[in-house]
């Protein structure tokens, strides 16, 4: 039976992509992801071939080997990624994609980071497309930047409240539970939402919703475990109205008097 998994591979830097999520891509016939993720995963995707055994005497490749060199790489958008999707449920169900012949195959489709965190809606439906036309689908967890963040500012994330704007639509639920988390003074892990409630939106609706942002120190972590990372310490009141990256984690912590 061919088989999906959905792949963490962490925030960034490939030392923390974990040892089995490389093995997975590694064998993968299919790699899907978005950009960034794929970029995680580039020193790892065709890792392997020239320390793999001969099959027999005659030198000639393994039946896993030449599997391997029709692996696919596809790169998703926004835009093309529920096409994609359909294209793969083909594939996985005994079509083709891009050539590669049909039968029993392996896809790995990445997350950057975990995809039990701020991936619910992409993972739901995931879930319901292919295991809704009977083909497999496991979870493998990765590292979160959510957790990386809480190490770096020396938080116990079990004590503190995690919120993610990673989602589509209304995040109007979402700025609630911040609200109410800091009225209780509270230590909150959070992901902007990229397009339209970034840092310096968050503080500006912090204030003007009550809170006081005098009594909170923020941490801004940019790009994660990589070589262009960026750390912004502030208070909650002064944080730098400018363009963040994407990849942007916040931990909003009380003021230790």
């Known amino acids: 039976m061919s088989k999906v998994y959905l792949v963490g591979v962490g925030p960034g830097g490939e030392g923390y992509i974990?040892?089995?999520?490389?093995r997975l891509i590694e064998r993968a016939d299919v790699v899907v992801g978005y950009k960034h993720a794929l970029n995680v995963v580039k020193n790892i995707v065709d890792k392997g071939y020239d320390g793999m055994e001969k099959s027999n005497s005659n030198g000639s490749m393994s039946m896993s080997k030449r599997r391997r060199k029709e692996k696919d790489i596809k790169m998703i958008t926004l835009k093309t990624q529920d096409e994609v999707y359909a294209q793969?449920?083909?594939y996985l169900k005994g079509g083709e994609v891009e050539g590669v012949g049909g039968g029993e195959k392996e896809c790995c489709i990445l997350f950057t980071g975990d995809p039990d965190f701020s991936e619910s809606e992409i993972v739901d439906k995931l879930l319901s497309l292919f295991e809704g036309n009977g083909i497999e689908v496991?979870?493998?967890?990765?590292?979160?930047?959510?957790?990386?963040?809480?190490?770096?500012?020396?938080?116990?994330?079990?004590?503190?409240?995690?919120i993610t704007f990673h989602v589509t639509g209304s995040i109007d639920r979402e700025k609630d539970a911040l609200l109410y988390t800091l009225r209780a003074r509270r230590t909150v892990i959070l992901l902007p939402r990229p397009w339209d409630f970034m840092p310096q939106h968050i503080g500006r609706f912090l204030?003007?919703?009550?809170?006081?942002?005098?009594?909170?120190?923020?941490d801004i972590y940019e790009n994660l475990t990589l070589s262009n990372e960026k750390v912004t310490r502030c208070r909650l009141?002064?944080?730098p109205d400018r363009d963040y990256s994407d990849l942007c984690v916040m931990v909003i912590k009380p003021r230790v008097i």
Do not use: N, Y
């Not at 990765?142 to 995690?162: E, F, H, N, P």
């Open 18 to 22: 974990t040892e089995i999520a490389k």
């Open 138 to 162: 496991e979870i493998i967890p990765g590292i979160s930047s959510v957790q990386v963040a809480a190490a770096r500012s020396k938080v116990a994330i079990d004590r503190s409240s995690l």
């Open 207 to 218: 204030r003007d919703e009550g809170i006081d942002v005098d009594a909170f120190d923020v």
């Open 237 to 239: 009141a002064d944080i």
């Open 88 to 90: 793969l449920l083909d």
